[in-house]
């Protein structure tokens, strides 16, 4: 078979399922592609080719024998690095957990291989969900298959490195600030940040506890709505797991646009922040074209950005510095640079400061909730600039923090990332959609009207298709 | 250098290097903006948070 590199999981379960592709072949082939391309984005930190090759194995014997467990079965995943898998080392990307083997798998792996899903293997992040690409770390940081010399986003960086480059269909990611979202906009795939306590963050390594999001990762937005279905449900064993019921989230993701109320948030990139001109243009764009497609379009503003930015990061420091107080005292040579200051930061903290901020965040929930009373879904920027260059220092200062998708952390409320076309450079550019607690259905239907009409999906980076 | 060594050591952070503490005053110096921002005069009533969980009500 010609390389199934960008296939994606509806398309590939679709053929595993009438047997005109195996499983076992599947995998053969991604493996072989991680092999041969992976030495230029370092997507991975540990590939599993004979633990994935004796899962598909057995996923080829099950469905040959008529037992197909459903649309992730046979299907190639991978996992950031900090999500546990029974008998394999979490690393979180760092020294200090390098011999830290798992226990017991995490809810979400537990799902995915119940499901079936074949494992290729661990994926790069940034060290402890955290801090940005790092050069003095034990393994490389994630590199853009859009051009290799550009930052990838983070902290899921090998989960959408992997995705862009066709080294998979589907990985998970892990998001408290926006680390399943900036590399899906810097990568130009589909991340979705679910609604908090949504999916279980068991056996998950914690940066923030109350910030803290587990979500799918692919390359098409039905692939996305179709891995969601497999991993969302309460849990009871996680404090914060909801026990709400899951839908289907394939049902609505024809319906189109037409009749639905979007909200703009404007004012997050234009005079909270200004974005850069080609990335503000792409999503004043998406607005006109969802207004062609028979959406009402309006205006609708939040606090400011700022105002997010302050909240969650006082909460992302305490709770990121409780985590990791002893280690800072004890250890903090075995950090890298990056995260050892990140960390830091949660040192000077007072309970009190801890405290308005969790206080204030259900000042700032009301604001968005009421903000929201009007619209179905809002629409707004992602990353505020198109990615910059890995080894730039400055530039990486300069525009980690422009970005939208805190507020969403600090909410709980969905939030999925789409490609929005391409800036002159050839980097992708990005736009986020927000939705209501728990209308993850609700995003992935206008997601789907998007990427129907604007077939940014489709495209993949040069030399790799 | 002194006076931030001996502010890390008040924290329990006596095995910095110069390199770490240089780290961690701008770490310091990047949170006190946002701790500066947050609102010290909220209603004495309201609450916090511990453990947040949308609920889909709020829809």
């Known amino acids: 078979m010609s390389e199934p590199a960008f296939l994606g999981i509806t398309e590939a379960s679709a053929l595993i399922r009438a047997r005109k592709l195996s499983p076992v072949e599947l995998t053969t082939a991604l493996l072989a592609r991680i092999d041969r391309l992976d030495r230029s984005f370092n997507a991975f930190i540990r590939p599993l080719p004979e633990r994935a090759l004796k899962v598909a194995r057995q996923a080829e014997a099950e469905i040959a024998a008529g037992c197909w467990r459903?649309?992730?079965?046979?299907?190639?995943?991978?996992?950031?690095?900090?999500?546990?898998?029974?008998?394999?080392?979490?690393?979180?990307?760092?020294?200090?957990?390098?011999?830290?083997?798992?226990?017991?798998?995490?809810?979400?792996?537990?799902?995915?291989?119940?499901?079936?899903?074949?494992?290729?293997?661990?994926?790069?992040?940034?060290e402890f969900a955290i801090g940005g690409p790092s050069f003095d770390l034990p393994w490389p940081p994630a590199r853009n298959p859009w051009n290799p010399g550009h930052f990838p986003g983070g902290s899921s960086s090998g989960s959408g490195v992997g995705l862009a480059a066709g080294l998979f269909p589907a990985a998970l990611g892990t998001d408290t600030g926006g680390s399943i979202r900036n590399p899906a906009s810097?990568?130009?795939?589909?991340?979705?940040?679910?609604?908090?306590?949504?999916?279980?963050?068991?056996?998950?390594?914690?940066?923030?506890?109350?910030?803290?999001?587990?979500?799918?990762?692919?390359?098409?937005?039905?692939?996305?709505?179709?891995?969601?279905?497999?991993?969302?449900?309460?849990?009871?064993?996680?404090?914060?797991?909801?026990?709400?019921?899951?839908?289907?989230?394939?049902?609505?993701?024809?319906?189109?646009?037409?009749?639905?109320?979007?909200?703009?948030?404007?004012?997050?990139?234009?005079?909270?922040?200004?974005?850069?001109?080609?990335?503000?243009?792409?999503?004043?764009?998406?607005?006109?074209?969802?207004?062609?497609?028979?959406?009402?379009?309006?205006?609708?503003?939040?606090?400011?950005?700022?105002?997010?930015?302050?909240?969650?990061?006082?909460?992302?420091?305490?709770?990121?510095?409780?985590?990791?107080?002893?280690?800072?005292k004890e250890r903090p040579g075995d950090y890298g640079a990056r995260g050892r200051e990140r960390l830091l930061a949660g040192a000077g903290l007072s309970a009190a400061d801890y405290l308005q901020a969790v206080r204030w965040r259900l000042t700032l929930r009301h604001a968005a909730a009421n903000a929201f009373r009007g619209v179905d879904v809002a629409l707004t920027a992602s990353s505020l600039d198109p990615a910059c260059r890995i080894d730039d220092d400055a530039a990486l200062a300069a525009t980690y923090s422009r970005q939208a998708r805190i507020a969403f952390n600090v909410t709980g409320q969905p939030a999925l990332v789409i490609p929005a076309g391409f800036a002159r450079s050839g980097l992708p550019l990005s736009l986020q959609l927000v939705g209501h607690p728990f209308a993850e259905a609700m995003l992935y239907r206008v997601a789907e009207a998007y990427e129907t009409a604007t077939g940014w999906t489709e495209r993949h980076p040069a030399g790799l298709a | 250098m002194t006076e931030l060594r001996d502010l890390a050591r008040a924290l329990g952070l006596d095995r910095l290097s110069n390199e770490h503490l240089a780290q961690l005053a701008r770490a310091l110096e990047t949170m006190e903006r946002h701790v500066a921002r947050l609102p010290r005069d909220l209603p004495p009533a309201q609450e916090m948070a511990l453990i947040f969980r949308a609920r889909a009500a709020d829809a």
């Open chain 1, 70 to 126: 459903g649309a992730f079965h046979g299907i190639p995943y991978a996992l950031k690095d900090i999500i546990d898998v029974e008998g394999l080392p979490t690393t979180a990307h760092s020294k200090l957990l390098a011999d830290n083997l798992a226990t017991a798998d995490a809810a979400v792996t537990a799902r995915l291989e119940a499901a079936g899903g074949v494992l290729l293997g661990k994926l790069s992040t940034h």
């Open chain 1, 186 to 328: 810097q990568c130009g795939i589909i991340g979705m940040k679910p609604t908090y306590g949504r999916v279980s963050r068991r056996g998950v390594f914690p940066l923030a506890f109350s910030l803290d999001h587990v979500g799918p990762m692919t390359r098409g937005v039905r692939d996305n709505a179709l891995m969601l279905q497999v991993i969302a449900g309460h849990d009871p064993l996680d404090p914060a797991s909801a026990d709400e019921p899951v839908p289907d989230y394939g049902a609505s993701l024809s319906e189109g646009v037409r009749g639905l109320r979007i909200g703009v948030i404007r004012h997050f990139y234009t005079t909270d922040v200004a974005g850069d001109a080609e990335m503000t243009a792409a999503i004043e764009a998406a607005a006109d074209l969802f207004g062609r497609l028979g959406a009402e379009i309006r205006e609708i503003r939040l606090p400011p950005l700022q105002d997010f930015a302050a909240c969650g990061q006082v909460i992302m420091a305490a709770e990121a510095y409780a985590v990791h107080e002893r280690w800072l």
